[in-house]
């Protein structure tokens, strides 16, 4: 998949599409997942960025839920239950497990890439380090 989303990317010059064709295309390859896109930090929030699924949180404080906790600690945070994650954020009440991948651009912390799904401890090591990869090519492409 990360190789495809390489492809499909590099033509994308506007932040927006690079977002938008990343989150389409995950969709459509990953089974079992209701939910995905990204959160844009701003002025120290996080702002809903282009997705796939149903209608979403516009704001996320820093800090709150699972892409705030994930943009405060820079770091990946899976989540195989989300009834047992203080805090929780339920914006689609489907949702029982997440994946949050930090999006780093020069360094700076850029957003995250969301996932969710209606299944219970969807998300594997396999998963993870494949979200993880494809953050870094979404990063690659954000960078030009």
Known sequence: ????????????????????????????????????????LKEGKLYLGPFQGKVAC????????VCGSSAKTGKTIVVPDVTKFP???????????ELVVPIFVNDKLYGVLDLDSASLNRFKEKEVR?????AQVVSKHLNK
Not at 11 to 39: C, H, P
Request: proline share 0%; net charge negative.
């Open 1 to 40: 998949m990360n190789q495809y989303l390489d492809d499909l990317l590099a033509g994308d010059r506007f932040e927006m599409s690079v977002l938008a064709n990343a989150s389409a295309l995950i969709k459509q390859m990953t089974e079992d997942i209701n939910w995905v896109g990204f959160y844009i």
């Open 87 to 97: 805090g929780h954020i339920a914006c689609d009440e489907a949702s029982k497990s």
């Open 58 to 65: 516009n704001v996320i404080d820093v800090g709150k839920g």
């Open 130 to 134: 494949l979200f993880e990869e494809a």
